[in-house]
């Protein structure tokens, strides 16, 4: 956390930060990490977070990014059947805030209302009064995802990162403006009505990598996407009236409290 403080709260930081975030670096840097060079890179990182290896499947696994988006073995995240139970779509830390007017998000040193995060006020409104569901996913978490519902989605809608200060040399006094690249589906969700589930990426590299972006039917745990190489988060709009949210939860609604789910973990239920 020093590090971001460094890079986004300092002028030095904001000088180095400008390049390491523009297009170029960041496709040279995914193109290195699907190298086979970037395989000595793997070891290192499973010691410094305390990975368990025997978790995964770890066939045909060619680069970094190969790693980094492994697959876990059958049966470590059972995903409950229950319609009428909401599940976590993906391992993280779980905040929780009740959706109104004046909600602003903290997402990856971004600040964002439910209108701003989505770039569509009428959708936006539609969840007045609801939840808004915020799993931050850590490096050493587990980065695949899954519906977290069944029902019918339309078609993804990509929202490119952008960055930038009010001069060139930015000062600490000056604003920095921040949007991560994010994708989020609209569901017509069989137990919650009209949602959202949305991907956040991490400003350096983080790619988002959904699997079918076209409208369809989605089901249940089914798998959606994964991150690639980077920090990264998982949003859940629902609207008002149609959740309750598991007690604990409750306890922790707007306070910027996050506690550990994993994938297919009850977090709610329908009303």
């Known amino acids: 956390m020093s590090f971001l403080n460094f890079l986004y709260n300092n002028k030095a930081g904001r000088i180095l930060l400008r390049p390491l975030i523009s297009k170029p670096v960041s496709e040279l840097s995914g193109k290195m990490l699907d190298s086979r060079a970037s395989k000595f890179l793997i070891t290192p990182f499973v010691n410094k ?9 770890l066939d045909n696994i060619n680069n970094f990014n190969d790693f980094f988006c492994r697959r876990i073995k059958s049966g470590l995240r059972p995903i409950n059947e229950d319609a009428s139970n909401l599940i976590a779509p993906c391992d993280g830390y779980l905040s929780t805030y009740r959706i109104t007017d004046d909600l602003v998000l903290s997402v990856k040193q971004s600040e964002y209302s439910i209108s701003r995060l989505l770039r569509d006020k009428r959708l936006a409104s539609s969840f007045d009064g609801g939840y808004a569901l915020v799993f931050r996913l850590c490096v050493n978490h587990y980065h695949r995802y899954v519906y977290f519902d069944s029902g019918k989605k339309y078609k993804d809608r990509k929202i ?20 991560n690249a ?17 991907e956040v990426g991490a400003m350096l590299v983080g790619r988002i990598v959904n699997d079918s972006p076209e409208a369809r039917r989605v089901m249940r745990g089914t798998e959606k996407g994964h991150f690639e190489y980077g920090g990264s988060t998982i949003i859940l709009l ?34």
């Open 49 to 57: 977070n305390d990975i368990k290896l025997d978790d995964y499947q």
């Open 160 to 179: 490119k990162g952008v960055y930038h200060t009010v001069r060139p040399v930015a000062l600490e006094s000056d604003p920095v403006f921040i949007e």
């Open 238 to 271: 629902l609207p008002k009236d149609r959740v309750e949210l598991r007690e604990d939860l409750y306890d922790t609604l707007n306070q910027n409290i996050e506690i550990p789910v994993v994938m297919g973990e009850v977090v709610g239920g329908r009303l």
């Open 182 to 198: 994010r994708e989020y589906s609209v569901i017509d969700s069989e137990s919650f009505g009209r949602t959202v589930q949305m």
